[in-house]
């Protein structure tokens, strides 16, 4: 029985009930009224009519009553039910079903909502076995890297590690995950130093020694913050960071053989052009005859090649010494214009042979002094000065100074020859490297060292140059 049959059944009942009392109160009414009421055979009729009409308007009553409370409940009955249903639905019960097969009008209703239940549970299903998958994938992925790998999120909780990683730190995974990294890091050394570096990164990382694989290892920390290109406003556009460890321990053992197989040749080549040239001053020796002109080309010749391989296992000596970490500095207070003059002296015979003019420019002001080892300082600003004139045209000027700002003394040499391309600016200071194009015969060591005895002062070597222009480096140091 549907709802509409039940309020036409009850507003009918109701209605005849009514009706049905009406006329009986009527009848009656009429009967009193015709009727002599101190007539002994009308007492009887009054009675019967009086009871009737007591039980008539009680019936009447009751189905009122039974309807007023009967009819609201049939219908609140399915409403509820289907409420509950879909408060079970709205707290993910998927599983939930209404069975209203009595109720015509609902009927419908509780099949949509059936459908829609079931739809949701293979939804959470599928969405759930790929999600289940992903993260299985992500987690074989990041176990299969050999290097030792850390994801942080946010909170710099840690939501995945390696089992590289775990070995290298000496951690459990369970131990870790969903942990805090900077409370893990205060028992922990070597986690303790990759979140320092992850909060206050240091311009120049080095790299970590960790005795990993039964043997000493090196590895080389890399920070790759997570961003989420496609977030709103409201959504955050940093996710966290992963930490990765690079293992370098093959590239330092080669880098520590190469350096003391050049160190050795260094050592092994100055005996033998030290005495080439002893042989050489021998034969200029006029004491032991004259020499024609030809010998005499030749002797230069040979004392010139001599004199340049022993500059170029000098600077290989000196370099050997700043990788090994032997450079020994010996500092002392010294004025900038000492530095500039012993590197004026030392050049100007070159510069004499090109026709080169240097020209000085030097604070009238007072000039701050500076700490430092002046041998090394001199011999930087001196190759300086060395490259300004090789790569000078002749006739031409170079310029050799110095200026203070602050507790900073920089000291500087420009020249006007055809400048350095600006992609090579940084190149230029690594070992070994030349710019492309040039004629000028060197070894490529000369700007490496420099660079390396500057920031073992605690200084920066920077270059400015434009094509055509020339080009000014400059030499910054503490005061």
């Known amino acids: 029985m549907n709802i509409r049959t039940k309020l036409i059944l009850g507003v009918g009942l ?33 009675q019967n009519a009086l009871v009737w009409v007591s039980i008539t308007g009680g019936i009447s009553i009751l189905c009122s009553l039974f309807l007023l409370i009967w009819l609201p409940r049939s219908i609140e009955k399915p409403v509820n039910e289907l409420k509950r249903g879909i408060l079970e639905i709205a707290n993910h019960n998927y599983e939930k079903r209404l069975n209203m097969k009595h109720n015509e009008e609902f009927r419908e209703v509780a099949d949509s909502f059936n459908r829609m239940a079931e739809r949701l549970t293979e939804y959470r299903a599928s969405t759930l076995t790929d999600i289940l998958a992903a993260k299985k ?17 946010r909170e710099r909780e840690i939501l995945f590690i390696n089992s590289e990683a775990l070995t290298v730190l000496n951690l459990k995974r369970e131990d870790v995950i969903r942990r805090s990294a900077e409370e893990l890091s205060l028992k922990n050394d070597l986690l303790r ?5 992850l909060v206050n990164p240091s311009e120049k990382q080095e ?26 406003e409201d959504e955050p556009r940093n996710l966290g960071d992963v930490i990765l460890l690079k293992n370098i321990t093959e590239f330092k053992e080669l880098d520590s053989a190469k350096t003391t197989f050049i160190s050795t040749i260094s050592h092994e080549l100055k005996t033998p052009i030290s005495a080439i040239l002893m042989s050489l001053q021998l034969l200029e020796d006029k004491r032991v005859g004259e020499l024609n002109p030809e010998q005499e080309q030749l002797s230069k010749s040979i004392k010139e090649n001599s004199d340049r391989l022993l500059g170029i296992t000098g600077e290989l000596l000196n370099m050997t010494q700043v990788e090994a970490g032997k450079l020994q500095m010996m500092p002392k207070i010294t004025k900038p214009i000492e530095l500039i003059e012993y590197a004026i002296k030392a050049n100007q015979v070159q510069a004499d042979k090109f026709n080169i003019q240097i020209e000085v420019e030097y604070p009238e002001e007072k000039m701050p002094k500076l700490f430092v080892d002046s041998e090394k300082i001199a011999w930087v600003l001196t190759n300086l000065l060395s490259n300004a004139i090789r790569y000078s045209k002749e006739n031409g000027r170079v310029v050799i100074g110095a200026r203070h700002e602050d507790n900073v003394v920089e000291l500087f040499v420009q020249d006007f020859g055809k400048g350095i391309d600006p992609r090579y600016h940084q190149s230029i200071f690594d070992r070994y490297f030349r710019v492309p194009g040039t004629k000028v015969q060197g070894s ?20 400015e140059s434009e094509l055509g222009k020339g080009s000014r480096f400059v030499m910054r140091l503490k005061a």
């Open 444 to 463: 490529g060591l000369g700007l490496s060292i420099s660079k390396d005895f500057v920031e073992t002062h605690g200084g920066t070597l920077t270059v």
């Open 14 to 46: 109701l209605a005849g009930m009514i009706i049905l009392l009406v006329a009986l109160s009527v009848v009656n009414l009429q009967v009193l009224t015709a009727t002599e009421p101190d007539s002994p055979a009308a007492l009887p009729a009054l």
């Open 207 to 232: 790299s970590l020694k960790i005795y990993a694989d039964n043997k000493e290892s090196y590895f080389q920390a890399s920070y790759i913050p997570i961003v989420n290109t496609e977030a709103t």
């Open 137 to 153: 994938f992500l987690e074989s992925t990041v176990n299969s890297i050999h290097e030792p790998i850390i994801g942080l999120n």
């Open 193 to 197: 130093r990759l979140i320092r570096e």
